[in-house]
């Protein structure tokens, strides 16, 4: 299988100043052979010049961080990527291929996640070409190449993972924001690697749900956070409770039957877990009255 070949060619000066004095020459010979009526003189002059000039179509500029894929007659010969002038064979075909850092950004893309739920979700990609074979003669144009394989692998990322988490052992596509990623840009790099192009960095850039479900799904939200915080209030209140019935059971301050502590613990779990202020009731009698 061809892989890149990174070649040199001609320095363009040394080049176009071989050729300048080829130029003065043939003139010379063909003005010295019409006056001198040496017609072989002319001929050999007019077809050095027309050499000369069509020799000029091999000068070629290499710009920074831009390559220039060499062919002869559909054969691959190399690329050039050293910035400078050069010269090649003028029957050589040369296409210009940039190898800066670009970012792609699609588009919002509506897709179902792992459970079900319509989320729309967009991603940036910054890529560049490493190997300039594979990206000229490997696919038909790898920029769009990039463009529909970069949407196919966020499609199917968005479909493995849920929008949101359930627990925080669970990877989402709102949380887990360093691993899926990785993971998008591993995705990516699978499907751009036979083109030559390296995925520096994938990222999803927009993410959120559906319009017609966004309101019940945002309801859903506030409600998975209000029973959160509940639950973690609940066992905050329970930790407390028996800490100040083991206290109590220590210093020996009172004697609690079952009962009792049934209705100690009520009151104590009414208090720390209200959500607003309780007032309470002094027993200005015994403990049963």
């Not at 988490?165 to 690697?193: F, K, N, Y």
């Amino acid at each position: 299988m061809l892989r890149e070949k990174e070649i040199r060619g001609i320095s363009g000066w040394l080049m176009l100043i071989f050729l300048f004095v080829i130029v003065a020459a043939s003139i010379w010979s063909i003005i010295h052979g019409a006056r001198d009526q040496m017609g072989w003189l002319i001929v050999a002059g007019v077809v050095v010049l027309l050499l000369a000039c069509i020799s000029f179509g091999g000068l070629t500029v290499v710009n920074p961080n831009t390559a220039k894929v060499v062919t002869l007659f559909g054969v691959y010969k190399g690329t050039i990527k050293e910035a400078g002038f050069w010269w090649v064979s003028p029957l050589t075909t040369r296409r210009r291929l940039s190898l800066r850092v670009r970012n792609f950004e699609s588009g919002r893309l509506k897709v179902n996640d792992r459970d079900g739920n319509p989320v729309e979700i967009a991603s940036v990609v910054v890529w560049r070409i490493v190997d300039t074979f594979e990206a000229a003669f490997n696919v038909d144009d790898y920029e769009n190449f990039v463009h529909v394989q970069s949407e196919a692998a966020v499609r199917i990322l968005a479909t493995t993972y849920p929008y949101d988490a359930h627990d925080d052992t669970q990877i989402s596509l709102r949380l887990s924001v360093g691993e899926i990623a990785e993971r998008l840009r591993h995705e990516i790099q699978e499907r751009l690697s036979k083109a030559g192009i390296d995925v520096i960095e994938a990222r999803i850039s927009h993410l959120a749900y559906a319009p017609e479900i966004a309101g019940v799904m945002l309801r859903r939200q506030q409600a998975t956070a209000v029973i959160a915080a509940r639950q973690k209030i609940v066992e905050g209140a329970v930790g407390m409770v028996e800490m100040a019935l083991e206290e109590i059971n220590r210093k020996n301050v009172v004697q609690l039957d079952e009962e009792r502590k049934a209705t100690m613990v009520s009151n104590l779990l009414v208090v720390l877990c209200s959500e607003r202020g309780v007032e309470p009731v002094v027993n200005t009698g015994t403990l049963y009255q």
